[in-house]
């Protein structure tokens, strides 16, 4: 492997943990409030109030089997470079774990209004991480990549395939939660991320893609001429700074 190989796929590394960090501290956040969380992490949590399982241990094994699918699906086609999603699986629970037990511990929030604007944030937050990891283009996040995987075989788009995931989830709490007696965790914030989330990772792509560019890291369609159009982009700008 060549120097400046092995330097990008550090830059790649470092960008795939913080971003697993970034969005495992907004799961953690999203718990605050009370007032529901998003519908991936509210079967996790349902499951842990169910089984008595940490809910760490919930969301790791539930990344864990989500790129089990992949392997299973795509078989000789699945990329070996994809095994690091195995930092996807175990940072999931391991900084679940960490923020929720020894950052958030004994946090409580009131007042409506405050929990809105907590779980706003917890939203935001795991959008930012997730759009990390999605432009360091070193891993599919294994929840989405087992979407995508589906896509690629049936007629219906991945994000057709990811709210039929998010519907999925939601019944199973419907169901689960009166028979097994435990705490709610769909509520009116689950549609609140529902309409918060997508459209953040939307309006976030373009600018982690120039802040990442900056760092040699580009989507791999652009990469042979990426450097180029930025160097060139930033020799139009500096006569333009120059006469402000």
């Excluded at 960008?15 to 605050?32: D, E, K, N, P, Y």
């Excluded at 706003?120 to 360091?136: H, N, P, R, Y």
């Amino acid at each position: 492997m060549k120097k400046t190989d092995a330097v990008l796929l550090l830059k790649k590394f470092a960008l795939l943990v913080t971003g697993v960090a970034v969005t495992h501290f907004g799961v953690a956040l999203s718990m605050i409030p009370d007032i529901g969380i998003g519908a991936y992490d509210a079967f996790g949590l349902t499951v842990a109030y169910l089984t008595g399982v940490d809910v760490s241990i919930i969301y790791a094994a539930m990344s864990g089997v989500f790129l089990l699918g992949q392997i299973l699906i795509e078989r000789r086609s699945f990329r070996l470079t994809e095994l690091f999603q195995l930092v996807f699986v175990f940072g999931s629970g391991f900084f679940t774990a960490l923020f929720t037990e020894y950052v958030f511990d004994g946090v409580t929030v009131d007042g409506y209004a405050a929990k809105i604007f907590v779980l706003a944030a917890a939203i935001m937050c795991k959008a930012v991480g997730l759009i990390t990891i999605i432009e360091s283009y070193l891993i599919r996040v294994p929840m989405e990549g087992f979407c995508v995987c589906i896509a690629e075989r049936t007629p219906f788009s991945m994000g057709k395939v990811r709210m039929a995931f998010d519907v999925l989830f939601v019944l199973s709490v419907a169901v689960i939660t009166p028979l097994a007696d435990v705490p709610w965790t769909v509520r009116e914030g689950t549609a609140i991320a529902f309409v918060i989330h997508g459209p953040m990772l939307d309006i976030l792509q373009k600018p982690a893609r120039k802040i990442f560019g900056k760092m040699g890291v580009y989507p791999p369609y652009m990469a042979s001429g990426a450097r180029l159009i930025y160097r060139r982009n930033r020799a139009v700008a500096a006569p333009a700074a120059d006469k402000m």
